[in-house]
């Protein structure tokens, strides 16, 4: 793994973004959000997806200069149409578009359809935390899990997310997928032909697994049986039912259905702290909630006990320091899209660091 800062990373990103269509503020919206989940750790939702947006954009199944369409509104909810867009853009778009209500009402809701996979749920609940509010949110996604008692890809990972603003210098960040595992580490194992552990996903046949090859062809296994299929479900609602876009298996493959679009679905629920209670004083709840977490009783071998999101932020803060890791796979995928695109590959080394 080598590293590059953050802004290099960035700049090459929206370059090449930018090459494909998209506006140059799009452009650095779509960088933005792409290497904030490389910088914290996340890499499998950052620029290793990079290349297959570029190439949806590019065989016009994404429509890189799509506005963001107000279908229907109410006072505190908004119902909107991404209109094809790239997933990144038009979910921060349609955030920026419910701050303010948020402001006025308390909470604000969208259902947003037509759109894409979008990458990391808590880059946008990140951004809403550090507005004085909180964002739940949930996306739909391509099928890729069954119901429990079945093994026909029905469901997405469809994640769930929410994150809290603290005074620790961290945010309290929960992004899960309610599958066993995020389907983007079984692609990043078939990336290196490495295999999987037992209980992540089954075969086409609905056999359990090892091999990720096999098992992108299968399923990936709900998390916690019949409890994660009931959160899957209901994701499902939210996202895909109540916002119009497509259900279950209607839903295009990223990577298989090079052919049509995707029609992702998200739901955002935004409320403003401030029409709860004032910040600070949510602040100062959040912290002793945090220090009340840390002074509990730890198992043996156990140091400290972390709350979601620090580590994530840990990782933010160190990459921010050494610079962002960047797999040999990935880094060969940006060479080859800069060499396509005419566009000059600017890329430093940090100090000429390379992790293992």
Known sequence: MTRFARAQLEEL????????????DDARLFAQALVDADLRGVSTHGLSRLSIYLRRIQSGLIDPKAELHVERRRAATLVLDASNGVGHVQAVKALDMLIPIAEQSGVAC???RNSQHFGALSYYCNRAAARGCILLATTNCEPAMSPTGGYDAFFGTNPIA?????????????DLSTSAVARGNIIAAAKKNAPIPLGWALDPNGEPTTDAQ?????TVLTMAGHKGYALALMVEMLSSVLSGASIGPEIGSMY??????QNVGHFFCLLHIDAFMDLAEFLNRTDATVDALKAGRKMPGVSEILVPGERSARIAAENEKRGIPISPETLKE????????????SLEPVASEVTA
Not at 214 to 218: R, V, Y
Not at 334 to 345: A, G
């Open 110 to 112: 969208a259902t947003i």
């Open 13 to 24: 990103t929206a370059r090449l973004a930018e090459a494909s269509g998209l506006p140059t």
């Open 162 to 174: 929410a994150s809290f603003p603290t005074g620790k210098g961290f945010t309290i960040k929960i």
């Open 256 to 261: 298989k259905d090079l052919d049509r679009k």
């Open 214 to 218: 096999q098992a992108l062809l299968g």
């Open 334 to 345: 940006l060479q080859d899209w800069c060499t396509r695109s005419n566009v000059e590959f």
